[in-house]
Each structure stands twice: as structure tokens, then as C-alpha cells.
């Protein structure tokens, strides 16, 4: 079956460090999106993406973050002088169409991000 | 600010027993329904769509779902321990949004042998 995969696992960085967290849509699928958890909290949409280019972002996707698709495979998410705040686990999603009925999202295992 | 509210439980239920997991949601204009589960450090693992009113029924699980009164529900019948998780209920406003799909903080759900 069809996975998204997203590397690394679990990585610690220190505070003010930049981070880029990588993911691997299903193949077909035309939406990408990261949402995050933070220990004990509920999941948090971030930004999604279609046609190379951010269409929705949440307001914690402020200026410290960044989305790319550098490829035709990958996609990322950076984020800038990371804070202890950060510390989450980012899920990377992606599906084959947007918005309204079907829109059947499918979620990665998760990258741990822990800022120390 | 649109919220999607759940018990947090937990909520224990009996190996056998059906259990019922409700949602609420605040914003009219919600489109497509979901039912998440989630075991601890895992991503969540989509177990059921709804669309339109009424009830939809997969294997042990039934989703429901009331517009009108802005309510979702997951049923599951014949419980078992690997049921044992928390379920998450989520919203997506569709009619143009592009996933931005509303999580509420889940109800974790404990089925004992």
C-alpha cells in the first residue's frame, strides 16, 4: 500500500539552529500539507501546497517556516532558528485531490523534533 | 475561530461492548467529516469519511453524522483491545479549502479484556 515517508524519525537540534524536515507523498497524490503535534496536544495544520506553491497556511506558519518541493519527489519543510517552542512532531500529509468531499488525507509516520 | 470538540475520556469500555465516540463542530459551513485513530507516538490512521447526513457503516464501525445539529459520531462495535487508542475527529470546510482540516484534541479510548 501507498505510504507517505517522512525522514529523519527523530532529531534533536539546538535552539537557533535551522532544520529541514523531509517527506515523500504518495505518488499520485497532488496535495501536500505538514501539520503538527505538540507532546499532549492536538494536531495543528501548518501550510499545504499544490501546483509548486502554498495554498492555505495556518498562523503558525509565520516567517520562520518554509515549504519546497525541490523535486519531483520531495518535499520539505524548513524551519528557521528553531525554538524550544518547536519541539513537535511535524506530520507531513498529502492527498490526491483538495478540498470538499474526497478529500481523503493520508499522514506520514512523523519526524520528532526536539529543541534543546 | 472554528473548533472541533471531543471528550477526552478516557472512555472504557468491556472487550465486546460498543463503543461511542461523539464530535461537535463549530463552523455550518463544514463539509467532510473524519475519524482519525491515533496510537500514542503514532501518526493518525484514517478510519472513516462521512459527507452527508445520516449513518455510514464499515466493518465495526459506523460513523454518523447530523449537520444540523453540527455533530459527528464514531461507533464501534464488538471492541477489541487493539481498539485501544485515541480517536480523533477532524473537519475540513471544503468548498474550496485545500485540507486545512480541524483537529479536535481526540478521546482516548481504553477497551479492556
Known amino acids: 500500500e501507498p505510504e507517505v515517508t517522512q525522514t529523519p524519525s527523530h532529531q534533536v537540534t539546538q535552539m537557533g539552529q535551522e532544520v529541514i524536515l523531509r517527506c515523500v507523498p504518495i505518488?499520485?497524490?497532488?496535495?501536500f500539507y505538514w501539520y503538527r503535534q505538540i507532546l499532549g496536544q492536538k494536531v495543528e495544520f501548518l501550510v499545504s501546497f499544490y501546483n509548486n506553491e502554498i495554498s492555505e497556511k495556518s498562523e503558525i506558519f509565520d516567517d520562520q517556516f518554509s515549504v519546497e518541493r525541490p523535486d519531483g519527489s520531495n518535499f520539505t519543510l524548513k524551519i528557521r532558528s528553531t525554538k524550544l517552542e518547536d519541539s513537535a512532531m511535524y506530520f507531513c500529509a498529502s492527498s490526491e485531490a483538495g478540498g470538499g468531499s474526497g478529500n481523503t488525507i493520508y499522514f506520514g509516520e512523523g519526524s520528532w523534533l526536539t529543541v534543546v | 475561530q472554528k473548533e472541533v470538540e471531543q471528550n477526552s475520556g478516557p472512555l472504557s469500555v468491556p472487550e465486546g461492548a460498543i463503543a461511542s465516540l461523539n464530535c461537535t463542530y463549530s463552523d455550518r459551513v463544514s463539509q467532510s467529516f473524519f475519524w482519525y485513530r491515533q496510537y500514542s507516538g503514532k501518526s493518525p490512521e484514517l478510519i472513516m469519511s462521512i459527507y452527508s447526513n445520516g449513518d455510514k457503516e464499515d466493518g465495526r464501525f459506523t460513523a454518523q453524522l447530523n449537520k444540523a445539529s453540527q455533530y459527528v459520531s464514531l461507533l464501534i462495535r464488538d471492541s477489541q483491545p487493539s481498539d485501544s487508542a485515541t480517536y480523533l475527529c477532524?473537519?475540513?470546510?471544503?468548498?474550496?479549502?485545500?485540507?486545512?482540516?480541524?483537529f479536535g484534541k481526540g478521546t482516548k479510548l481504553s477497551v479492556k479484556p
Open positions: 477532524a473537519v475540513n470546510e471544503g468548498r474550496g479549502s485545500q485540507g486545512n482540516l480541524i
Open positions: 505518488s499520485n497524490h497532488l496535495y
